[in-house]
C-alpha cells in the first residue's frame, strides 16, 4: 500500500510540474502573492472597509465574530503595513477606536483579488 502511495504521489507532483498543455500560470505568481491579506481575518477587515468609510473596533469585532485580542493583533499587522489606518479618540471617558482602509490597502486588496481571479481562471482551464 505504502508503494501504491509513494508513486500516487510521484505522479501527481511530477503532473503539477508540467501543468496542463496551454496552461499559463506566471511563475512569479507565488512571488506577488499577498500572504499578509490572505489570512481569514485580516482579509475581512480590509474588505469590510473597503465597502465602509470607517468601522469602530467594537463594529469589527461583531461584524468579524472575533475576540478583542485576536482582532487587536490582525489589524495591527495591517495597521504595520499600512494597510489600514487606526485613529484613538474618547467619547466621553471611554475610549474609541476608528479602522479606516488606506490608498494603499486598498491597492493591495485590489492586487489581491485580481490574483485570485487568474488562479481560478487558470484552474478552470484545466
Keep these: 500500500m505504502a508503494a501504491k502511495t509513494g508513486a500516487f504521489r510521484a505522479a501527481r507532483e511530477e503532473k503539477s510540474r508540467r501543468g496542463a498543455p496551454g496552461a499559463r500560470v506566471p511563475e512569479t505568481a507565488a512571488a506577488n502573492f499577498d500572504r499578509l491579506i490572505h489570512e481569514r481575518t485580516r482579509l475581512a477587515i480590509v474588505s469590510a472597509l473597503a465597502v465602509n468609510p470607517s468601522l469602530a473596533f467594537n463594529e469589527l469585532k461583531q461584524l468579524l465574530r472575533v475576540t478583542d485580542g485576536n482582532l487587536s493583533v490582525h489589524a495591527r499587522k495591517l495597521e504595520d503595513a499600512g ?44
Excluded at 490608498?103 to 490574483?115: I, N, Q, S, V
Design 83 to 126: 494597510y489600514i489606518g487606526c485613529a484613538k479618540s474618547f467619547s466621553g471617558r471611554v475610549p474609541k477606536t476608528e479602522y479606516r482602509l488606506t490608498p494603499l490597502g486598498r491597492r493591495a486588496l485590489e492586487k489581491y483579488l485580481d490574483h485570485m481571479e487568474a488562479l481560478i481562471h487558470a484552474t478552470r482551464e484545466r
